[in-house]
């Protein structure tokens, strides 16, 4: 079984920052692809940004230039720097890890993100 956990969701007035963490723990046997997902009320769930197992980074376009992912292979984490955020920015941010050889995806709860003044 893999569990994933974020963290690091809250409260952040316009123009702030947010740091998110996700780790993914138990039966874990390499490196996989992780990723970023939110959803805001009434919406669908949108990809925010991807890091591939080589580091390459992909981001949806309202995020282009003001989020930042990256990982530590060591610890199974993946993290996302959110800077200059706007109320649009608000959601659940939840965490997803891909098994691509069992074709698998694996997700966290989500954590709550609240851009507001």
């Known amino acids: 079984q893999v569990q994933v956990d974020e963290s690091g969701g809250g409260l952040v007035q316009p123009g702030g920052s947010l740091k998110l963490s996700c780790s993914a723990t138990?039966?874990?046997?390499?490196?996989?692809?992780m990723f970023w997902y939110r959803q805001a009320p009434g919406k669908q769930r949108e990809l925010v940004a991807s890091?591939?197992?080589?580091?390459?980074?992909n981001y949806g376009e309202s995020v282009k230039g003001r989020f930042a992912i990256s990982r530590d292979n060591r610890k199974n984490s993946v993290y996302l720097q959110m800077n200059s955020l706007k109320p649009e920015d608000t959601g659940v941010y939840y965490c997803?890890?891909?098994?691509?050889?069992?074709?698998?995806?694996?997700w966290g709860q989500g954590t709550q993100v609240t851009v507001s003044s």
């Open positions: 997803k890890i891909r098994i691509p050889e069992y074709d698998i995806d694996y």
């Open positions: 138990g039966r874990i046997f390499g490196i996989y692809p």
């Open positions: 890091i591939a197992v080589n580091g390459f980074t």
